[in-house]
């Protein structure tokens, strides 16, 4: 039953950790301590790559693991790795945790790629009914948090219900490095809720409760190993220890997450399909004040012509009379040079569509009447 699936959502800046963060977590809840972990096979069920400096020599190594895939990008590291959402399901005792591995904001390809990944998002989570938590996920000792992370945490909070932002949670990673502590992110991201409630009126608790600081050094020290490198025993000590304090540390966040509320899916989803509708009106208001317009022009000329001749008075005031034409089927449309044009009519300029992409066009989870939708690179007509 859908009850007991524990769902959660991973949203980060491009290079956060999400990846590695799964992968870690997958090797964490089948072994206690890294010693068992050396001696089991690794748990690499996401594919990626990071490179590695050898002590030694400072020769760089590049270490893979995992199988790649259509959704992750291996070469280039400047891109968002995670091409697509999907999710992963973990087995922890009789409920099925689902982390929800999303496309990292800061996306080179530009905002728009972004604001593309967002609906992305929104589209992907529709099929599950609740999530448990929307986790946030930050380096700490940020020096500045980003305007594509701050558009990300801001769409994110205009998408969920004000009595969904006790689901919010916040998960550090790569901590080693501050001890286990949040570092400067911490006043900046204080810094940016103080904003929103100032903005919206709407407070987002942000402490020690629902924030978490992990550390992934322990998985690629597994996957350092299993690539036939050997350390020394300083740096195989220092690794123990932060594998020691994640697995702790995943335990309080486990036990965090299944405490939570359930979030309706259909409450998100509901805010975000009122917003698409808002985003409609302006054709249809423009269209109908259009028609009042020319109307009003009728009746004026007609006014002028019965004081001229008053017998036509009985024939009524001419009128333009607008109605809406229901397709048979959804249609796909595109704006390519050739399949559109722009017609310049003085005050405004509108698409003529000389061409239907596909005629009968059947993608679910389609924005209708929008623009660069994401799921629109499925069509048919679009990739065939």
């Not at 701050?150 to 990673?173: G, K, M, S």
């Not at 979030?263 to 423009?286: C, F």
């Amino acid at each position: 039953p859908p009850e007991r699936d524990i769902n959660l959502l991973l949203l980060g800046p491009t290079g956060v950790g999400k990846t590695t963060f799964i992968n870690a977590f997958a090797n964490y809840i089948v072994n206690d301590t890294l010693e068992e972990a050396v001696k089991d096979e690794i748990q690499a069920i996401i594919p990626s790559s990071f490179s590695f400096t050898l002590p030694d020599s400072f020769d760089e190594k590049s270490i893979h693991f995992g199988d790649k895939n259509e959704q992750e990008t291996l070469g280039d590291r400047i891109e968002s790795n995670t091409q697509l959402c999907r999710s992963f399901v973990f087995p922890i005792g009789e409920r099925n945790l689902r982390m929800i591995d999303t496309p990292g904001v800061g996306d080179t390809r530009g905002f728009e790629q972004d604001k593309r990944n967002f609906q992305e998002i929104l589209t992907y989570i529709a099929q599950y009914e609740h999530l448990n938590g929307v986790c946030i996920m930050l380096k700490p000792n940020e020096e500045r948090l980003t305007i594509h992370f701050r558009f990300c945490v801001n769409e994110l909070l205009r998408h969920l219900p004000v009595d969904a932002t006790e689901n919010l949670i916040f998960i550090f990673t790569n901590a080693r490095s501050t001890f286990f502590a949040p570092g400067n992110t911490k006043r900046l991201v204080e810094k940016m809720l103080k904003e929103h409630q100032t903005a919206h009126g709407v407070l987002v608790p942000f402490s020690r409760d629902n924030s978490f600081l992990f550390d992934s050094e322990p998985f690629r020290y597994l996957a350092i190993i299993k690539n036939g490198i050997e350390l020394g025993e300083e740096q195989t000590a220092s690794y123990v220890r932060s594998w020691d304090h994640s697995v702790k540390e995943y335990c309080r966040f486990v036990t965090h997450v299944v405490a939570l509320p359930l979030l309706a899916v259909s409450s998100t989803l509901s805010l975000n399909e009122a917003e698409q509708l808002i985003r409609k009106l302006p054709r249809p208001i423009a269209e109908t004040a259009k028609l009042i317009e020319e109307n009003i022009q009728l009746a004026q000329e007609y006014k002028k012509k019965i004081l001229i001749n008053p017998e036509i008075a009985s024939e009524g005031i001419p009128q333009n009379d607008a109605f809406v034409v229901k397709l048979k089927h959804p249609r796909t449309v595109c704006v390519g040079e050739r399949c559109c044009r722009i017609i310049d009519s003085g005050d405004e300029k509108k698409v003529e569509y000389l061409h239907i992409c596909h005629g009968e066009c059947y993608l679910s989870g389609v924005v209708q009447e929008t623009l660069y939708d994401p799921k629109l690179e499925e069509c048919t007509a679009m990739n065939p």
